[in-house]
């Protein structure tokens, strides 16, 4: 039996309907049609794509919907040699060349065994700490946090960064989760969840400036 995977292309020009949807199936694991309810089969993962938000019939997702993703990736025009490389290499048949190189029960030995990578309390904290450093309210958000954001990322953003930095190590060959880890993640994990607000547009100040300068400020031990 093989994975399934959903590609997602444009999910900011799709109806609400549409996109609740797609959230049963991320967050639920399973589709509902006509009053039934079908199981997806483990492991299902959603890749969706999204155009800048400037362009023409497109509409900011809801943060909730945001918030489900892993990660939210930036992926600009491609180079040169990438580009002429997608011109050559263009078929009518682009599955033609793909070969499987897991199975599906490897991709769940996997999932189980980086779910099993120890995480040192410390490690914990401080994804923790980055995290509540991003939202206005709380005591610990320094001052440009108050000024540049409207609302900062939820406790959803701490596990992930904690999660991926699971695969990170493990990747890496590592068998336990650093500080390095979560800093290297950050950006990737408070992208789509850090909103900023008009006084970040107005001086210029980007979501992923605002990560850095916190990636900075928030001490790694306390």
């Given at each position: 039996?093989?994975?399934?995977?959903?590609?997602?292309?444009?999910?900011?020009?799709?109806?609400?309907?549409?996109?609740?949807?797609?959230?049963?199936?991320?967050?639920?694991g399973?589709?509902s049609?006509d009053?039934?309810?079908?199981p997806?089969?483990?492991p299902?993962?959603?890749?969706?794509?999204?155009?800048?938000?400037?362009?023409?019939?497109?509409?900011p997702?809801?943060?909730?919907?945001?918030?489900?993703?892993?990660?939210?990736?930036?992926?600009?025009y491609?180079?040169?040699?990438?580009?002429?490389?997608?011109?050559?290499?263009?078929?009518?048949t682009p599955?033609?060349?793909?070969?499987?190189?897991?199975?599906?029960?490897?991709?769940?030995?996997?999932r189980?065994?980086?779910?099993?990578?120890?995480?040192a309390?410390?490690?914990?904290?401080?994804?923790?700490?980055?995290?509540?450093?991003?939202?206005?309210?709380?005591?610990?958000?320094?001052?440009?946090?108050?000024?540049?954001?409207?609302?900062?990322?939820?406790?959803?953003?701490?596990?992930?960064?904690?999660?991926?930095?699971?695969?990170?190590?493990?990747?890496?060959?590592?068998?336990?989760?650093?500080?390095?880890?979560?800093?290297?993640l950050?950006?990737?994990?408070l992208?789509?969840?850090?909103?900023?607000?008009?006084?970040?547009?107005a001086?210029?100040k980007?979501?992923?400036?605002?990560?850095a300068?916190?990636?900075q400020?928030?001490?790694?031990?306390?």
């Amino acid at each position: 039996m093989l994975f399934r995977s959903l590609l997602a292309d444009e999910i900011n020009r799709a109806t609400p309907k549409t996109q609740s949807a797609l959230l049963e199936a991320m967050e639920e694991g399973q589709v509902s049609i006509d009053g039934e309810t079908r199981p997806l089969p483990e492991p299902f993962f959603v890749i969706a794509t999204q155009n800048p938000t400037f362009q023409t019939g497109t509409y900011p997702l809801p943060e909730a919907q945001l918030d489900r993703f892993l990660f939210e990736l930036l992926i600009d025009y491609p180079t040169l040699e990438d580009e002429r490389g997608l011109v050559e290499q263009h078929s009518f048949t682009p599955l033609e060349k793909i070969r499987a190189v897991l199975t599906r029960q490897e991709v769940l030995d996997y999932r189980d065994a980086v779910a099993r990578l120890p995480v040192a309390p410390n490690v914990v904290d401080y994804a923790v700490r980055l995290c509540r450093a991003t939202r206005p309210k709380d005591a610990s958000a320094p001052e440009y946090i108050q000024r540049w954001v409207r609302w900062g990322a939820s406790p959803r953003a701490s596990q992930f960064l904690i999660i991926a930095g699971r695969a990170r190590a493990a990747v890496q060959g590592r068998f336990n989760v650093a500080c390095d880890d979560v800093a290297a993640l950050a950006p990737l994990v408070l992208r789509h969840r850090v909103i900023r607000s008009f006084q970040a547009d107005a001086e210029g100040k980007s979501t992923d400036d605002i990560i850095a300068k916190l990636l900075q400020d928030v001490p790694r031990e306390v």
